[in-house]
């Protein structure tokens, strides 16, 4: 097999009948324009990610008639092809980057050979049209360095970074759906391309990214359900900081005035500039105590000695 990723080829008798299974009338072998496409493989890729054998074996079925776009446009008017077939094939005597055998997803696709596209057949024939990306979702993600599941927990391990002597990188199982494939300028992977659209179901525990965060030394990467987590998480803090300001504000009024009934010869402009680089404990702190201080002051003992306000000499019993 060449390295080409899409390669054209003839309609046999088998082909028409499967892709009769999609058209609404019987079409004739000169009306289809067929070929061949490797949609992805077990290679890690751009982003440091790859697919198992299995997850290929498993998407397999799932693309079988799934339609062919450009650019991943989700309009009805870019669909252009459609895959009548699916195999999985390895690929003799290559290997993926981190040694192991290669394998491809490789998908058989037909579309109406007609002016309508000829523009894209001829691309296509020419050598121009030959990457393609697929979308699809896994549900499985785990580091090959530690076998951790992001599913459910988090690894310090980057990826892209060298532990040893392997590549760190994320290894994609457990296909969910397959969406559809598009012809693209560069695609993630080298051979195939894959733009991954997951969905990983996982329960994202903020305290495991801060813990993530805390131990990483370099540069860290986070999922795209993490990132969501942790901008939520981040609009909260802002929130949370917003209500923070103003109830400093309301308390440093509050001590101001405990100041100005302390010392009311005092000018209050005075206590406005210490309450300004208090902080809120400080507030807190002189609060309570000014507050104490002031209960304190009115308070008289219960047998105090009244004070005498008639002065008396008895001068009368003087001889």
């Known amino acids: 097999m060449s390295n080409s990723l899409i390669q054209k080829s003839v309609a046999t008798p088998e082909d028409m009948q499967l892709i009769s299974a999609y ?26 990610e790859r697919f198992s054998v299995e997850a290929l074996e498993q998407l397999a079925p799932m693309f079988v008639g799934k339609t062919g776009i450009s650019d991943h446009s989700m309009r009805s008017a870019d669909q252009r092809a ?29 579309m109406l050979n007609n002016d309508a596209n000829r523009g894209l057949i001829d691309d296509i024939d020419a050598g121009i049209k030959k990457e393609v990306s697929v979308s699809c979702s896994m549900a499985g993600a785990v580091c090959s360095v530690c076998g951790e599941d992001h599913r459910t927990s988090h690894c310090s391990h980057i990826k892209g970074k060298k532990y040893g002597n392997k590549v760190c990188h994320t290894i994609l199982s457990q296909p969910t759906d397959a969406y559809e494939f598009s012809f693209v300028a560069v695609p993630a992977q080298r051979e ?32 795209k359900s993490q990132a969501m987590e942790l901008s939520s998480y981040i609009d909260g803090l802002r929130q949370d900081a917003l209500l923070g300001e103003e109830y400093k504000k309301q308390l440093a009024k509050e001590v101001v005035a405990l100041f100005g009934n302390a010392f009311p010869s005092m000018d209050k402009k005075l206590f ?28 008289s003992p219960q047998l105090l000695p009244q004070e005498k306000t008639e002065n008396n000499n008895y001068s009368e019993f003087k001889i």
């Open 192 to 223: 195939a391309g894959v733009t991954k659209s997951f969905g990983i179901k996982e329960d994202v525990d903020m305290d495991e990214i801060i813990k993530s965060m805390d131990l990483c030394d370099s540069e860290l990467t986070i999922t």
């Open 23 to 48: 058209a609404r009338r019987e079409l004739a072998p000169e009306e289809v324009y067929i070929f061949s496409v490797s949609l992805c493989n077990n290679d890690i890729d751009r982003d440091y």
């Open 82 to 110: 459609r895959i009548f077939d699916t195999y999985v094939e390895k690929q003799k005597g290559r290997l993926t980057a981190d040694g192991q055998p290669l394998y491809c997803l490789m998908a058989r696709v037909y």
């Open 272 to 299: 406005g500039s210490i309450t300004a680089v208090m902080t809120t404990d400080e507030l807190l702190g002189f609060r309570d105590g000014m507050k104490k201080a002031g209960a304190k002051a009115s308070m």
